[in-house]
């Protein structure tokens, strides 16, 4: 608001908006619950009757209802507002405003905050039940739409092998079994790396040493995708490398991939690679792949059992 002396020393405001404001509010069409919709009106409403002394009810009310139904508001219900506000009620803060509450018995019950996606008549019912099987629980309904799906993607994705702080997953071209790793580095460096390794060993092939001989063996000791190379004489397809997780946090890239390697029954990473993994994390991931196994399994089988009509 702007402050103007005026010529008898007493103060009064007048609300400001800048020259270049377009006045969009919440539109009265966005999908929204209808609460956020009223309140915008007791805004705007409380926002032009406080701030603005130079003006008179008419004037203000005109104000008020060529913003409003700028953005869509019906102007009944514009006027259902505007009837009940006190134009000429003036306020001043006094010592009796900063009165103390009163004190209850125990103490307060702490208020948790949660959001849920708003959909029209679904949400409004669920809040309603949870408000009355959980006071404590305040939910606030959030728009699934924002401006961000507004705007269209104009930069280029970066390719997969450009990223780092990864973890990443690459399949055996001979069995059904995986590798999984990490890196902090660009995807690319860490697999022409694992490239660099394969080459070394097929190197001593060619020159006429054979799995049993010590060099050979020797590689075995540096990572498991290679002992599982040198063991069953497999080799991995890099192409069908895929990133399974990452983070922009460096330091949780070994939780993630003990998480993944954990998590993956046809891993080959060696077992030790989960040791620093929490017992308490182990289990519940344990009772997660149990459970999904579980479900994944009944499904098949009433799949099997009433296989759907192909007509």
């Known amino acids: 608001m702007t402050l103007v002396r005026q010529e008898d020393d007493t103060i009064r405001t007048e609300w400001y908006m800048k020259a270049i404001a377009s006045g969009r509010l919440l539109n009265f069409s966005s999908l929204h619950p209808l609460?956020?919709?009223?309140?915008?009106?007791?805004?705007?409403?409380?926002?032009?009757?406080?701030?603005?002394?130079n003006w008179d009810e008419e004037k203000k009310r005109e104000v008020i209802a060529q913003i409003l139904q700028t953005n869509d508001y019906p102007r009944n219900l514009i006027n259902r507002f505007l009837n009940r506000t006190h134009w000429?009620?003036?306020?001043?803060?006094?010592?009796?405003?900063h009165t103390t509450e009163e004190?209850?018995?125990?103490?307060?019950?702490?208020?948790?905050?949660?959001?849920?996606?708003?959909i029209p008549s679904l949400t409004p019912k669920i809040i309603q039940i949870l408000r009355h099987d959980y006071p404590s629980v305040i939910i606030c309904p959030r728009s699934?739409?924002?401006?961000?799906?507004?705007?269209?993607?104009?930069?280029?994705?970066?390719?997969?092998?450009h990223h780092h702080n990864v973890v990443y997953r690459i399949q055996c071209g001979n069995c059904d079994k995986c590798y999984i790793g990490m890196t902090g580095n660009l995807l690319k460096k860490r697999l022409s790396g694992h490239r660099s390794n394969l080459n070394q060993l097929e190197n001593l092939l060619e020159s006429?040493?054979?799995?049993?001989?010590?060099?050979?063996?020797?590689?075995?000791?540096?990572?498991?995708?290679?002992?599982?190379?040198?063991?069953?004489?497999?080799?991995?397809?890099?192409e069908t490398t895929r990133i399974v997780d990452r983070t922009?946090?460096?330091n949780i890239l070994p939780i993630l991939e003990m998480i993944h390697i954990s998590n993956d029954n046809d891993s080959i990473n060696k077992r030790t690679d989960t040791d620093r993994l929490s017992s308490t994390l182990s289990g519940l991931i344990h009772?997660?792949?149990?459970?999904?196994?579980?479900?994944?399994?009944?499904?098949?089988?009433?799949n099997t059992n009433h296989p759907s009509d192909p007509t």
């Open 287 to 302: 009772r997660i792949n149990t459970v999904m196994t579980k479900n994944t399994n009944g499904q098949n089988n009433r």
């Open 103 to 118: 004190h209850t018995i125990g103490p307060p019950q702490a208020k948790i905050y949660r959001s849920l996606p708003y």
């Open 88 to 97: 000429t009620s003036t306020h001043t803060i006094t010592a009796d405003d």
């Open 248 to 250: 922009y946090k460096r």
């Open 144 to 161: 699934v739409h924002t401006i961000r799906d507004l705007y269209t993607r104009i930069k280029d994705p970066i390719p997969m092998d």
């Open 208 to 238: 006429g040493r054979t799995y049993a001989d010590e060099p050979v063996r020797a590689l075995r000791e540096k990572t498991a995708l290679l002992a599982h190379c040198i063991d069953h004489d497999h080799r991995f397809i890099y």
């Open 35 to 53: 609460t956020q919709k009223i309140n915008t009106i007791k805004n705007v409403i409380d926002r032009v009757n406080r701030l603005s002394t």
